[in-house]
Every structure is written in structure tokens, then in C-alpha cells.
């Protein structure tokens, strides 16, 4: 990322704030994809019908606790994004946070996003992303990526899901950049509040 876009990087109660505020404006059907232990289910409206994917039998276990003490009995299912089971045009929303770095296959997953959305639905996520091209950073996470898919359940520190999901066929609706503290010291994590929506 070229300095003039560089922010205060911000810490990771301030990136879960900033995407729970995105899906308190959600409504009706929400899926969630890539779950883990439910860190967003506080998030959602009271007319919110949650349903979420987690393919990690530990995360979905501490999933399923926290989604039952939360009202959001059943919903929770082993599956991966690349191929949900779940029915074409029946939601209103997906979520996910941190997640397309892990998928194995983004085009496929946002493939699948797009399929079981209703026409005019909306894919909204917060994820950290590549950094500019030709930048330091964008080597660094070159570099780190080999390391991290082996060794931090397959985060890919250097994707684009934001072009995916464009590529995917879904139109920007909210776009930011942030950057995410790290503790490593100057590099801190680019990351998106990306909002898209389904055309009709
Ligand atoms: C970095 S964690 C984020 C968890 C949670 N969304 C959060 O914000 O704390 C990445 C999650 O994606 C899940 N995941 C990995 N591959 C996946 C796939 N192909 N489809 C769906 N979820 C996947 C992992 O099991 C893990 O729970």
C-alpha cells in the first residue's frame, strides 16, 4: 500500500467493532461463512435467522454453545464455502470474517455466495488483504505465505478477495480500507469492509 494510504492501524476489538456495525444494518436470512466460534453473533438485528458453515469440528463444537445461548438453535453446519449445501436464492445475507485468506479455492467460494443469495442479497466481510503492488509489504507477504497456509490453517496473507468477489459479479455497495495492528512493528495488516450485493 503506497504511503499516502496508510492509516492508524487498528486493533482487533476495533475490526470486529467495525464489522459488527455493518451486520447490525442486516436483515432476514443471514448466512455466515467460515463461522469459527462465533465471534459475530452478537452482531444481528433481532429479526436476523442465522445459519453458519464452519468445516473445523473444534470451532464448530464452541460454535454451536455459543449459537444456542444466543437463540440460534440447529443452524449450525459442517461445510465448506466451496460447496454449500444449502438451496439456491435463499438468503438475504452473507457474512464472514477472515475468511477468504483460508478457503481453499476463492473464486469457487464466491461462486457458491453468489448462488445461495437471493437476487439483490448482499456478501458482506471484513478481511485482510494484499498489500499494494510493488510494495515492501506485498514481498514480505509474498514471502510469509508459503510459511503461514502451512502453519496458520491456510491464511493466505496475499490475496484479493475484493477483486474476486467483483470478478464473482457483485457490485460495491461499501468499500474501506483500514489497517490491522499486528504487533509486528511497521507491519501492520491491510484489511477491507467490503460490502457487495447480487444484481436482480
Ligand atoms: C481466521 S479464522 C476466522 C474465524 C471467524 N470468522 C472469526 O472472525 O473469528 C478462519 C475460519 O475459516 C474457516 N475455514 C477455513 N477454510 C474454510 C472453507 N473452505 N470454507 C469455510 N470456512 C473455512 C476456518 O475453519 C476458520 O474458522
Not at 435463499?90 to 477468504?100: H, K, M, P
Not at 495488516?189 to 444484481?199: D, F, L, R, S, T
Request: proline share 6%; charged share 25%.
Amino acid at each position: 500500500m503506497a504511503a499516502a494510504d496508510r492509516t492508524v492501524p487498528v486493533s482487533r476489538d476495533e475490526l470486529r467493532r467495525r464489522a459488527h456495525d455493518v451486520f447490525a444494518g442486516l436483515h432476514g436470512r443471514v448466512l455466515e461463512v467460515g463461522a469459527g466460534e462465533g465471534e459475530n453473533l452478537d452482531a444481528f438485528a433481532n429479526d436476523v435467522t442465522w445459519t453458519g458453515i464452519e468445516p473445523d469440528e473444534e470451532s464448530r463444537r464452541l460454535l454451536n454453545i455459543e449459537a444456542r445461548r444466543y437463540g440460534f438453535v440447529e443452524q449450525v453446519l459442517d461445510a465448506r464455502c466451496e460447496d454449500l449445501p444449502l438451496p439456491s436464492e435463499s438468503f438475504d445475507a452473507v457474512i464472514a470474517t477472515l475468511v477468504f485468506c483460508s478457503v481453499t479455492d476463492v473464486e469457487a467460494s464466491l461462486a457458491e455466495v453468489m448462488r445461495v443469495l437471493k437476487p439483490g442479497g448482499t456478501l458482506a466481510c471484513v478481511e485482510h488483504v494484499q498489500a499494494a503492488k510493488g510494495s515492501a509489504r506485498r514481498l514480505i507477504q509474498n514471502a510469509a505465505t508459503p510459511i503461514s497456509t502451512r502453519w496458520d490453517g491456510n491464511c493466505h496473507w496475499n490475496r484479493d478477495p475484493v477483486s474476486a468477489a467483483r470478478a464473482a459479479g457483485f457490485v460495491d455497495e461499501q468499500f474501506e480500507r483500514f489497517e490491522l495492528a499486528t504487533g509486528v512493528p511497521f507491519l501492520p495488516a491491510p484489511c477491507v469492509v467490503y460490502v457487495g450485493v447480487k444484481p436482480n
